[in-house]
């Protein structure tokens, strides 16, 4: 273990198997969060990745901004999360390769608040501390003229859920199968507040560029899997469910998880969170407004070069 994992190695919440002969071609990846529902479709990828001859182990940080700190090091290869902060100002020359999901959330609040402007000065749980729930906050501040209160960050909306259901918070931002899930579990304690709309990235897969490219052939066998695999759940959500490993970490998940695996990619596909085509250029200019309003990028987004922030050449490849 590197010195700097070594550090984190108290922030890392699970390590992954070694998937395959441990060699320098095994992709390294850093997951933002410990494995969920949310991620059954992203591992569902990883096997077909496999079966397609990819090795790989992956380590779940205990939140996204590790998870970024981990490539920009060099102690991993890939990660989870929407760096543009960190790819303005690094040195690194980071590049976003697919986008995992869309923004599609919903801010959710207990029954005292019906609109977003009356959240001024309440304390909010969030995703992580500069990822997609946080620049959706730093919008809605802006946009609505308010200021929320503490931000407070609980990595994946499941557990955003029991937190609210406990009592431990008045107001968080779901994703659209969670934000249903809460309401139809305690229609009398909470609301789903009204939202305009976004189509910026949430969860995107990023490396270094010179990895990427002298890594040419794992890179695009995982991008090409997880085109696949993007391009099957929309024809069929129930694909995920299909195609996850019993053994595997999402096959270790609670029964109750995984029965709802189907309901939950079925709401998520419906409700547009996923790209078939993972993102591309009309993400990457989606996102550069999106970012750019958040506060995460400096700039004129009309005057940003989307080629600095994503590397298209292993999805083009995936799409021929």
């Avoid at 010195?3 to 984190?8: E, Q, Y």
């Avoid at 995703?127 to 209160?149: L, M, W």
């Avoid at 609210?164 to 969670?178: E, K, R």
């Amino acid at each position: 273990m590197t010195t700097f994992l070594a550090r984190l190695a108290g922030a890392a919440l699970a390590t992954g198997l070694l998937i395959g002969a441990a060699q320098a071609e095994t992709i390294r990846i850093a997951l933002a969060e410990p494995p969920s529902d949310e991620m059954a479709a992203f591992f569902v990828a990883l096997d077909r990745a496999k079966a397609a001859g990819l090795d790989y182990e992956w380590t779940a940080f205990a939140e996204e901004e590790l998870a970024i700190q981990a490539v920009l090091s060099g102690d991993m290869d890939i990660a989870f999360g929407t760096p543009y902060a960190a790819m303005q100002r690094s040195k690194a020359p980071v590049r976003i390769i697919f986008q995992v999901s869309k923004l599609v959330f919903f801010p959710v609040a207990t029954k005292e608040y019906t609109e977003l402007k009356q959240l001024d000065g309440v304390p909010i749980m969030l995703h992580s501390r500069g990822g997609g729930t946080d620049s959706i906050a730093n919008v809605i501040e802006d946009r609505e003229g308010i200021k929320f209160g503490e931000r407070s960050y609980v990595p994946g909306s499941g557990n955003r859920v029991a937190a609210m259901l406990a009592g431990q918070g008045v107001a968080t931002i779901l994703d659209l199968s969670n934000a249903n899930k809460i309401v139809a579990e305690a229609p009398d304690r909470f609301n789903i507040l009204p939202m305009f709309e976004v189509k910026a990235s949430d969860e995107a897969l990023f490396a270094n560029l010179d990895w990427i490219k002298e890594n040419e052939e794992a890179v695009n066998t995982l991008v090409k899997a997880l085109h696949s695999t993007w391009t099957d759940m929309a024809k069929d959500p129930t694909i995920i469910s299909k195609e996850t490993n019993p053994d595997g970490p999402i096959g270790q998940l609670p029964p109750e998880v995984l029965a709802e695996l189907d309901g939950f990619y079925t709401e998520a596909v419906a409700g547009g969170l996923y790209d078939p085509n993972g993102g591309g250029r009309e993400a990457a200019k989606a996102d550069l407004e999106w970012y750019a309003l958040a506060g995460q990028l400096d700039g004129d987004p009309a005057t940003l070069n989307p080629d600095d922030f994503w590397y298209f050449a292993p999805l083009d490849a995936a799409m021929k």
